[in-house]
């Protein structure tokens, strides 16, 4: 006797859902692409025009700064700190909710904040440094072209490394206690433990969070077109950003339509070279 598909059936609902919402849209902006707005095909027409911007080049570049500056802080800050909070010493709850709440506070609402803090003539960060006497003039964080870009990764950093540090410091607990003892034993130092045992035991911990992180970098924009829109010059203006102007400020959705595929494409082959980076290393560690 065959038994009914009940499984397939429970899970219709989902797949229709995933189809609606994933599979539909995807279609639709290929068709996008490859159409002019009357709706008549024109082949890769499109994706040239695009890619004969010169706004296009640069904001790639933009995104790379973007996503890899901001990472590789994230990750660092969020492993130092996951590593300091889970030390014995009082008062360690407290320190630990209070680490969370950037990560907390809603992405806009954490923009406009930082965005009046770097202000030229009223921001708390110039008059704490002039104050002090670090600068002698304010400085136009978000105008100046060499400080615009890092104020953004920075605002980014600050945004997301409690999240880096939440997720190693849970790796950190699973780690033996026995290690650490045999390792004081044969007089192992504070820093001998982290490099030798901490580090390589949170290994895969930080390896999926980072994944995480290029995927959120290369899709967030609430930070940078919140505060700048991309200015001043482009300077801050990456492909997502571009493809927002292009369809909704512009109102060309072909265009927009063919840069995501570009963009939708590059990124998956970032991540499947990071994936298959990882799983080389992790053939030549067996």
Do not use: C
């Not at 607990?173 to 390792?183: F, G, H, N, T, V």
């Not at 999926?208 to 992180?213: E, K, M, P, Y």
């Amino acid at each position: 006797m065959k038994r009914p598909p009940t499984g397939l059936l429970f899970a219709l609902p989902a797949l229709i859902v995933l189809l609606l919402l994933i599979a539909y849209p995807v279609i639709y902006t290929g068709i996008l692409s490859v159409t002019d707005i009357r709706g008549n095909y024109v082949g890769s027409s499109n994706f040239v025009n695009v890619l004969r911007s010169r706004a296009t080049p640069q904001a790639f570049i933009n995104t790379l700064w973007w996503v890899g500056g901001s990472i590789v802080f994230q990750v660092v800050l969020g492993t130092a700190t996951a590593i300091l909070l889970n030390q014995e010493f009082r008062g360690r709850g407290a320190v630990r909710a209070i680490a969370v709440i950037p990560w907390v506070v809603p992405g806009i609402v954490a923009a406009t904040t930082w965005a009046w803090m770097f202000h030229t003539e009223f921001g708390i960060i110039n008059y704490m440094m002039t104050s002090a006497g670090v600068l002698d003039q304010p400085i136009g964080w978000l105008t100046n072209p060499n400080t615009v870009m890092p104020a953004m990764i920075a605002i980014n950093v600050w945004k997301l490394f409690p999240f880096v540090a939440i997720m190693v410091l849970a790796g950190l607990q699973s780690i033996p206690k026995d290690l650490y003892e045999a390792a004081r034993v044969d007089g192992a130092t504070f820093w001998d433990e982290v490099i030798h045992i901490t580090l390589p035991q949170v290994r895969p911990v930080i390896i999926a969070v980072t994944l995480l992180l290029v995927i959120w970098g290369l899709n967030h924009i609430t930070t940078i077109y919140a505060i700048t829109r991309g200015g001043p010059a482009n300077l801050t203006l990456i492909t997502p950003i571009q493809i927002f102007r292009l369809a909704f400020e512009s109102f060309q959705f072909n265009q927009a339509a063919a840069l995501s595929l570009i963009f939708f494409v590059v990124a998956m082959a970032i991540v499947a070279v990071y994936i298959r980076f990882l799983s080389s290393n992790d053939e030549v560690a067996r």
